[in-house]
């Protein structure tokens, strides 16, 4: 994507988008937010939020990012010319290179599970086993730095060795096959003795279940699986030719992303009331119930291995989507070339994705809040910097930038009729800020 070279095809623009959008997000975290937060109520405000923000603020990024084919700081200079809007890019980058950060380390985790599957290892134990194999992992610093060492190299030679593209044109093939094996996945779990409970709890809405901070983290989980507010889809969208709808184009990313994560927790739920396991276990929640699924498959070691190299390469996909932001940002910025910003970009990374890595071991004191520093980082960008960078971003599409442009990008210059204009415009200009003023009441204490 260093080129402004533009996507061949509407399908290809689309992919990429969906490619950054689906990873571990909707498989690993959304189920286990589910989980913490009550199942059932969460799952009603997180579609919500897809609806009133989630699709928004796809638009607004896409607005900024194909009417300027260019990065979000040189966008938003051309859009508002002597305004200093744009210094809102840094929290953009701030908050990538957060993500980025605690990401990888759960990247790590599935390369260590795509290598126990080969081994074999993911069989013939009982639930409580599953549970201390990943504890075991966690509490290893070497095991945990090393692989997160190890998948932040595998990234960043994807992107200064610019096989971006074949990565993009081998996940075209690995993410429809991903969808597939979820849902063969979810017939599986469907069939398990506690399908019933898993269903139940996932749609069900018990709303005495949901607090103010569960509102809040499905806004968050919402934005960090859409890839929404750090600018990442600005930069994609600047490659999107002129004749790309964006409203079908933010509606197809939202819903299959929406579409990937409830499958996630069908596969994962009746599961978890199978094998007893604790809905709110958190972030160890797939890795403590997957194998116990693998396991009563018939030939379940093909099936991991094929499920973990299958998440492993929607993880890569988000993950090179997030690392291109600071480098392009870098590069075209302080003009240097791309070798250069890829080296500082990766430095950086690894410092960061280094200290979460270490958090569950030799960093475990460090707490803030009873949050580790993994915990503080993905809590930071998802549900403060992607949550206020997202709304932001539709506050300035909605309120600041020429209404014009917004026309002509939604209606490519005329040429596009369609009813959903008015609808976008008003969840901008208004849910935004609502939505912002509660996060700030959250964020202060004085609700929640
Ligand atoms: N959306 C990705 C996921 O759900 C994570 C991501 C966030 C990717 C921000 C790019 C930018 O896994």
Redesign the pocket.
Known sequence: MSKRAGFATRLGAIAAAVG????????W?FPYEAGENGGGAFILIYIFCILVMGIPVILSEFIIGRSTHSNMKAALKRLSPGKKYYLFTYVCIMG?FI?IGF?SVVCGWIIEYLYQAALGNLSGHSPNEYSAMFGNLIADPWRCVGWTMLFLVINFMVMSRGIEKGIERVSSIMMPLLFVILIVFCVNSLLMPGARKGLEFLFWPDFSELTWKGVLVAFGQAF???????S?LVTYSSYFKDDTSLIKDAVTVASL?TLVAILSGVMIFPAVFSFNVEPTAGPSLIFEVLPGIFQQMAGGYVWALLFFLLVFF??LT??I??SE?PITFIMEEHNVSRPRAIFWTALITFILAAVAALSFNVLSDIKLWGKNIFDMMDYAASNIF?LLGGLFTAVYVGWILDRKVIRDQITNNGRLKGTMGPYMIFCMRYIAPVCIFFIFLYLTGIIG
């Open positions: 950054s959008a689906v990873g571990l997000g909707n498989i975290r990538s993500v990401y960090l699986s859409l890839s929404i507010g750090i990442c992303d929607a993880s988000s993950t989507s997030l932001i992607m």
